[in-house]
């Protein structure tokens, strides 16, 4: 069972409902938070055989995207976004999803759920569609500001999560720099680079510039959550601008439109492979609990990807994996 935050997201509650219906079924089944009415209205037009595999879960308030994050936590208990978070703390369910407001996810995470003991930060994490193989990237903005030791621990986090989600052994980890020798960068990236570098925890690649993130240099990629988000929308309007700019120039005269005929399959292929709708959630690692970020304004494609995507790492147990490994590596730092 996935609780999902119905009312979160530019598009809710239509989108959100009709992106659950998409793949509830026996083997995922959901419950949606939210105003029963608006929900049931949008479950109106869903396949009346997904229906039975969704409860509602009566949640009048609403979250919005403008509102001061832990305040609105802190007031707003009886919203879809923190029902979610608490349908996991109580044990009603395996996962919670929202695509409503990341910050206030995150404070009603920390609130309900907790940090995993050991951990310092939470980091959200995303999987990049990179040509060839998908990358793991974290920090993408739980936080603005890190420290060295954040950055380790979420490198930490990310193998965990890319060996049991994505069966890379023994995964490669890179620190964003604006060089790949071990002496540039600022304050942060030097201390973390002798941090990480010493980890016998992880398999460290050293610095990568970023253009090296999209071209699957490495496994893992990280850094502060502020770095991060500004360069996950920066590739995420870059691949749609590509996708659009070709489509255009295939319109453009009879010749474009013979080759982009000619190259259509392969162009849909390409698309497909850099399409954020397939990856484009961030999972919170380092709470206890699993937690799944959406972008504010998914569809309801991006909707059912994250459940399906929530729903593997919950049969994975990623929660319950995160957890013994940060309490051996804490009764090792104790010796």
Do not use: W
């Not at 920066?234 to 120039?249: F, G, Q």
């Amino acid at each position: 069972m996935l609780a999902l935050d119905a009312m979160g997201g530019d598009y809710a509650p239509r989108e959100i409902v009709l992106g659950a219906a998409a793949v509830a079924g026996p083997a995922l089944k959901l419950s949606l938070t939210g105003n029963p009415d608006e929900i049931e209205k949008a479950l109106a037009g869903a396949d009346a055989g997904a229906r039975k595999f969704i409860e509602v879960v009566e949640a009048p308030e609403v979250i919005g995207f403008d509102e001061e994050p832990a305040k609105a936590v802190r007031t707003k208990q009886n919203s879809s976004l923190v029902a979610a978070c608490r349908e996991v703390a109580q044990g009603r369910a395996d996962g919670a999803v929202s695509a409503g407001n990341t910050g206030a996810m995150l404070a009603a995470a920390m609130l309900q759920l907790r940090r995993i003991p050991g951990l310092k930060r939470p980091g959200l994490c995303t999987i990049l569609p990179t040509p060839g193989k998908p990358t793991i990237f974290i920090d993408v903005g739980a936080n603005s500001e890190a420290r060295p030791v954040h950055l380790q621990q979420f490198a930490i986090m990310a193998g965990i999560f890319t060996e049991e989600v994505l069966g890379v052994v023994n995964p490669s980890v890179g620190l964003v720099s604006i060089g790949e020798e071990s002496v540039k960068g600022n304050e942060l990236v030097l201390e973390a680079h002798a941090l990480m570098a010493q980890s016998s925890q992880l398999n460290f690649y050293g610095n990568v510039e970023g253009r090296d993130i999209i071209r699957s240099v490495v496994d893992i990629v990280v850094t502060d959550g502020f770095t991060g988000n500004v360069c996950l929308k920066l590739m995420e309007s870059t691949s749609s601008l590509i996708v659009e700019e070709i489509k255009r120039a295939a319109r453009s005269s009879l010749l474009a439109k013979i080759g982009g005929a000619l190259l259509k399959r392969r162009l849909n292929e390409f698309k497909k492979s850099i399409d954020t709708e397939e990856f484009g959630a961030a999972y919170l690692l380092g709470v206890r609990g699993l937690v799944v970020v959406c972008h504010g304004n998914s569809s309801r494609k991006a909707i059912a990807s994250a459940l399906l995507n929530a729903a593997r790492a919950s049969r994975q147990n990623l929660t319950g994996k995160l957890e013994r490994r940060f309490a051996r590596l804490e009764a090792v730092r104790r010796q």
